[in-house]
């Protein structure tokens, strides 16, 4: 059997760094570019690091966790890591692209592999208008702010706001608002996974609002548009039991 060659990561939180050492001299270490596996060690913010690196050559990540919040990482062990790889399950993950628009006419480009998030930059709340391919579906929403989430990203910030956890291969979209004002009863809506959605900031000059894919900020946006990139796949391995739609299954049922 041919091993694998793996290349390290590891996230700044001091157990990660303390592990890194060790795994690297126990398994050997290439260069991400010359590496079979990507393995990723610290929290959910380490593995979409490395995930942002993989848009262009789409190398497997498998994780460890080292960090705070791990809902993407496998459990951390140094033992029968390539076993572990060689048993993996596969997750494939679709991005989504942002293409935001500043007050002074600069358009910005990002890929988000959780969520597209709009959020007020002042105490004012922010006001927008949603279309939905191309069909104006709210003329005015009041609110904090509002996001576009994958089925992968459901269950981090589009959980804690409110959203609905969508499962892995459901081809939908989560449009979710951070705490509506008008309307207040508003919760959201699910939208198939290839709709285009643009946002209008009403008043930006007056209202100001940050545009975020993931965590690649613009401020002082005036529209954002958000759809699905469908050219692009990055691949999550998980330990066998431990699926990624197994553990978004699991949260459904968490209190």
């Known amino acids: 059997m041919t091993l694998p060659r793996l290349s390290f990561y590891a996230s700044k939180r001091p157990e990660a760094q303390a592990a890194l050492p060790d795994l690297r001299r126990r398994y050997g270490q290439v260069p991400e ?9 610290g929290g ?3 593995m979409l690091d490395t995930l942002r690196r993989r848009f262009d050559d789409n190398k497997p ?3 460890m966790h080292r960090g705070t919040v ?12 390539i076993e572990r790889i060689d048993t993996a399950t596969k997750a494939t993950l679709v991005p989504l692209s942002m293409e935001a628009r500043d007050i002074k006419g600069k358009v910005h480009k990002g890929l988000a592999i959780n969520e597209v998030s709009l959020i007020r930059q002042t105490a004012q709340s922010a006001r927008l208008k949603i279309t939905v391919d191309g ?10 702010g509002v996001m576009v989430a994958t089925p992968a990203g459901s269950t981090a910030y589009n959980l804690s706001a409110h959203g609905p956890i969508l499962p892995i291969g459901a081809n939908l979209l989560a449009l979710t608002p951070v705490s509506a004002f008008r309307p207040r009863r508003w919760k959201g809506a699910l939208l198939r996974h290839d709709a285009v959605v643009d946002i209008d900031v009403i008043a930006p000059d007056r209202r100001p609002v940050a545009a975020a894919a993931d965590n690649q900020e613009v401020r002082d946006i005036v529209s954002v548009r958000v759809q699905e990139d469908s050219a692009q796949r990055l691949t999550m391995l998980f330990d066998p039991g431990h699926a990624l739609d197994e553990r978004i299954l699991r949260e459904q049922f968490a209190f």
């Open 33 to 41: 570019q010359d590496a079979d596996v990507i393995v990723a060690i």
């Open 44 to 46: 959910d913010g380490a």
């Open 61 to 63: 990540v498998y994780g």
């Open 70 to 81: 791990g809902f993407l990482m496998n459990d951390y062990s140094e033992d029968d890591l």
């Open 135 to 144: 069909r104006v579906r709210m003329e005015e929403l009041t609110c904090d």
